[in-house]
């Protein structure tokens, strides 16, 4: 196992509300620009019906889909013992996380964190430096130091 140079943090995981205003106004932007295309833009016929109907449908899908993503958000607290990653759920159920942290998205306040186990199962997690800001740059160290083995530090 590598060595770290980070302390141990747990880092409390809520359902990031921000994340979920900015879905619904996604969601909204974009049925009223099939609206507007609907309206103006998609032809006229039978082929119209069939192609706003098509387009509604997969706009409905996606609402659903962004809807159960954004309810299903893991809660509780990702923990960082100083060689191991874990997610401590609501009812203090501890799982422990295989590999390292794969950061995807990284905007400075907001961080999202891929787990892949040896299945090829993900496990997701999305932070806000709101959340906790007294440990966030704590965390942060946690996360990036995993991707430094001991043999970059001689380096």
Do not use: K
Request: charged content about 15%.
């Amino acid at each position: 196992m590598p060595q770290r140079h980070s302390r141990p943090v747990g880092y409390p995981l809520l359902r990031s509300r921000q994340l979920g205003w900015w879905w619904q106004g996604m969601l909204a932007v974009s049925g009223c620009a099939l609206l507007a295309w609907g309206c103006w833009g998609a032809g006229h016929g039978a082929a119209l019906w069939l192609r706003l109907g098509l387009a509604a449908c997969l706009w409905l899908v996606c609402a659903c889909c962004s809807r159960y993503v954004l309810r299903h958000q893991p809660e509780g607290t990702l923990h960082w013992s100083g060689t191991a990653w874990a997610w401590i759920g609501a009812e203090t159920q501890v799982l422990p996380l295989q590999g390292e942290p794969l950061v995807v998205l990284d905007m400075q306040w907001l961080l999202v964190l891929t787990f892949v186990d040896a299945e090829q199962r993900a496990q997701r997690f999305v932070l806000q430096r709101d959340w906790a800001p007294q440990i966030w740059a704590d965390l942060r160290r946690a996360v990036y130091s995993s991707a430094h083995s001991p043999q970059d530090a001689g380096r």
